[in-house]
């Protein structure tokens, strides 16, 4: 019994912080940032990421600092061809971004972690390499659009994350999110 509360309390709690980072524009993430810790440094798979001054994440989440380049690749889903992370796991773009400065900070970044790159990124199986850079803070960046994971894609091929809020989206092979 305790363990079917102690999940529903986590189910709560994630929705609730989803919902803060989904919808309505800057200033729910402005919120978020000033009243949500924010940690310095992440230590993820033995790899230390620092992101703008602040990076947190939730187990099972990636946030990641992967080697000497951060691969993207594509993929077959549900939603058909997508852009994924070298795990194969899903890779979004949140609409509601312009330009390569995340809004996407406190509570946010913990649910829809970035995905970093120590080096140059790399273009794996059906990603245009011209496509690809990097943003200033380190995140990768596919046609304009920096890329996030989310938090309750736990497999490869997950994309729990579609439509989330109305701004999180897919990324086609083109770079374009797919809705």
């Not at 990636?62 to 000497?68: D, L, N, Q, S």
């Not at 951060?70 to 997508?82: E, P």
């Not at 120590?118 to 304009?144: F, H, W």
């Amino acid at each position: 019994m305790k363990r079917f509360f102690g999940s529903l309390a986590a189910v709560l709690t994630l929705a609730l912080v989803a919902a803060a980072c989904g919808g309505g524009g800057g200033s729910s993430n402005a919120k978020s940032a000033t009243t949500t810790t924010k940690a310095q440094a992440t230590t993820t798979s033995g790899a230390t990421t620092t992101t703008s001054g602040a990076t947190t994440t939730t187990s099972g989440a990636t946030t990641t600092t992967a080697g000497a380049g951060t691969t993207v690749k594509t993929a077959n889903s549900n939603l058909g061809t997508i852009v994924v992370n070298a795990d194969g796991k899903t890779l979004y773009a949140n609409s509601s971004e312009q330009g390569t400065t995340s809004a996407c900070t406190g509570a946010c970044a913990s649910i829809w972690p970035a995905l970093m790159a120590a080096g140059t990124p790399t273009g794996g199986a059906g990603i245009d390499a011209s496509k690809l850079s990097k943003a200033p803070s380190g995140q990768v960046v596919y046609n304009g659009h920096l890329l996030y994971m989310f938090s309750s894609d736990t497999a490869a091929g997950d994309t729990k994350g579609q439509g989330v809020g109305g701004i999180w989206h897919v990324v086609a092979p083109t770079g374009d999110p797919i809705s």
